[in-house]
Every structure is written in C-alpha cells, then in structure tokens.
C-alpha cells in the first residue's frame, strides 16, 4: 500500500491519533514551564521550591499511571477518551483558578497525569493494536501532535502572555481540550477494533503468544529495557529544564539557544517518520539496541560546546534519538510481547518514563547545588546512553530468539 493509500484509508484512526498526542501538550513539560516565571511569582517559591512540587506531582502520576493505563485494555479510545480530555480541561482550569500554594502538586499531578499520561497513552496504544503491518507509520503520523504542539504552543502562548493575563490562558488550554472531545467521538465513530474483539484479532509476541503484565514484569528482557526507558524520559527534561542556566554557564544569550529549537523540532519530525518507515521494514529487534547512540554524542557536544556549532551538533543527535523514541519503543512492547494486554504493559512503561521526567531535573539540580556543573554532568549522561545502549542490546539478542516470523 502506497503511503497515500495508507492516509487515505486509515484517516480516521490516524487523526484521531494525532488529536490525542498534540492535546497532551498541555500536560507536558514544555509547555507548562511556559508559566514557571508567573508561577514562583504568584506564590513566591524559590526555583528549588518549584522544581520539588513539579516533581512530586510528576512522580505520584507515573504510580497512578501503573493502574490508569491498564483501561485501555478494558474501554475503548472512543469511551476513555472524552472523560480524559475532560480531566485534562478540569486540571487546565483549576491551574488558572488556583490561589493556594498547597494546590499546586495536585494540580501538577493531574495536568501530568492526563496530559502526558493518559493522552499520550492512549495515542501510541491504540496505533500499536490497530496496526500490524504498518505500525511503524501509523505511530510516527499519530506522533506528530507532539511535534506540532513542541513547535506551535509555546510560541503563541508567550505571544499572548504579553497582553492577556496567564490565569486566563490556562482557560484558553481548557477549552481547547474539551473542543477535542467532540471531535475525537466524530473521528473514531467506528473504532478500528473494539476490545470485544481485542483477542481474537491481536498480534502475538514471543513465543507466540500474547504476554499479560504479571508474565511481561517476569522476563528479564523488560528489566533490561527499563534504563532505555528511563533515559530520555530524565535527561531530556532535564536539558530543557535547565536551558536558562546552561545558556548562563555557556555564556550565551537565552534566545540564542531558543533559536536552535525549530531546528530540533524539524530533525525530530524527520527522524520520527524515518524510524516508522524503517521499523515496518527492518522490525524494532533490529533498531532498538542502538537507537540512544545518538544521545552520546549529544550530550558530549553539549558538554564541551563553546559556540553554535557545538549547539548545532548537539540538537542535531538528540533529536534523532527524541524523534525515534516517539515510535521505536511504542512498537517495541508489542512486537515482543503482543497486543491483547498492551496497555497494561504499555502503563508499567509510561510510568517508568513519567517518573523519569519527575527524577532527571532533581537529581541535575541536586547535582548542581553540590558544586557539579551541568557540563560534567553531560558527560555522565553521554556515559549513561552507552550503558543502555549496552543493556537494550543483550536483552534483544536473546530474546529475539523467541519472535515468531
């Protein structure tokens, strides 16, 4: 089937996709940092006192998500859907209602819960069931909401915190998601497959057979996956966390960094379509093990950067690995493990990669504060990718073995 083909005919499930990964932006890092300023002013907390909060709220929602994302193997998108995007506006509006500081974790905890949690979720879970053959096309189209809102969001909404009050945005987040529910119900009006028929038509995995949690969290290959899992979860968050410091310690201009960002927004666009099209090609057992690799030497550029060339070659690799990761892995878990119970499995994954987001810019902070520069720490990090690269690789080797042609 020709890519046109595939549009044409899938439309539908692929857009509704795509709504559920770009209305996640509100529920992400980067567009909730937007209003960091405004926030700490509001309720004068420290950069310390803020980052604990936002990372507290992050971490409680990787334990829920454990549980949470297990109902995408008993409702259907077009059911769980609405009710999440209507939680992600119900945390939107508490944000710009908020007047009390002892709020704001729970606050935090449900824009990250619903936002990059159950949004994202049910996006690359419904492609990985629904598709087979081109699954690998299906999640890096329905992945370009992330992208889309990376490139758009942040852009406009500090356009228009020059002259509208930033509570007020918060309700303009709100009703853009609850505008998305009656339009996700239109778009899957007729789900691809209903979990009726979960079992009778899921791609199996390993040994043939579709893996339950309790067996997945048994094997070995799924421990040995957790660090790749973890990595760019933290340590990209963290990068972009620290992006006004690293800009001080570079000697750099904040904009002059800023100015890199389109640049890693479009790599990732492209790396994201190429990993689609190579893993319906070559299949995840073959990409995976080294698909971090360009991390390494992204943070090692980073780390000894001293102008724009070395900012350059930085953006370059971590948005290959950043475009990657938003279909590789999604495509990984039900290749090797099946589809009937993936969003069970797909739950435990998204909660080590939320809980990833909450510990990398802590534990980069801590560091910080301990006298240990962000530079050296990059090259920690670069250590740290070689590691799971290393780790992705031996897992696979063997259980590959089990993979039924």
């Known amino acids: 089937m020709t890519l046109l083909g ?87 509006s508490a944000m710009a209602l908020n007047q ?16 990059q949690g159950m949004c994202s979720h049910l996006a690359v879970v419904a492609m990985a069931r629904w598709f087979q053959a081109m699954r690998g096309r299906a999640l890096s189209i329905a992945t370009l909401g992330f992208a889309v809102g990376e490139a758009s969001l942040p852009i406009i909404f500090v356009a228009l915190m020059s002259f509208i009050n930033w509570h007020f945005l918060w309700f303009i987040a709100a009703g853009i998601c609850v505008l998305g529910v009656p339009v996700l119900i239109a778009l899957l009006r007729q789900e691809r ?3 009726s028929m979960a079992q009778e038509f899921s791609g199996t995995g390993m040994q043939g057979r579709n893996w339950t949690r309790r067996q997945a969290l048994s094997h070995p290959l799924f421990w040995m996956m957790v660090p790749a899992m973890l990595g760019p979860a933290a ?11 690293f800009s001080e310690i570079k000697g750099w201009e904040h904009v002059e960094l800023v100015a890199f960002f389109p640049v890693y927004t479009m790599i990732g666009i492209v790396s994201m379509v190429g990993s689609g099209w190579a893993l319906d090609r070559w299949g995840t057992a073959r990409l995976m093990p080294f698909y971090q690799l360009p991390m390494v030497v992204s943070f090692i550029a980073f780390s000894y950067a001293a102008g724009p060339v070395g900012a350059f070659v930085g953006f370059l690799f971590l948005a290959l690995t950043t475009g990657a990761n938003s279909t590789l892995p999604n495509a990984f878990w039900a290749e ?13 994954v998204a909660a080590v990669m939320v809980f990833g987001s909450a510990i990398g810019p802590g534990i980069t902070g801590f560091l910080i504060d301990a006298g240990v520069g962000l530079e050296r ?29």
């Open 6 to 92: 595939f549009l044409h005919r899938n439309a539908p499930w692929l857009a509704a996709g795509g709504l559920l990964t770009f209305l996640s932006s509100f529920g992400q890092t980067f567009f909730i940092s937007i209003f960091a300023g405004e926030i700490r002013s509001e309720f004068g907390l420290s950069h310390g006192h803020w980052g604990g909060i936002y990372s507290l709220g992050t971490a409680i929602s990787a334990v829920v998500m454990v549980w949470a994302g297990g109902l995408t193997d008993v409702f259907r998108v077009r059911v769980l859907g609405p009710l999440v995007l209507f939680g992600l506006a119900a945390a939107c």
């Open 100 to 115: 009390t500081v002892w709020l704001l974790p729970v606050i935090i905890f449900s824009l990250r819960l619903f936002g």
């Open 193 to 195: 497959t209903p979990q």
């Open 235 to 245: 340590f990209n968050t963290a990068f972009f966390f620290h992006q006004v410091h």
């Open 336 to 348: 090797f493990y099946g589809t009937a119970h993936i969003g069970a499995i797909k739950a435990m």
């Open 377 to 405: 720490q990059f090259l920690g990090i670069a250590c740290y990718f070689l590691f799971t690269t290393m780790m992705s690789y031996l897992g696979i080797r063997r259980a590959r073995r089990d993979l039924v042609p």
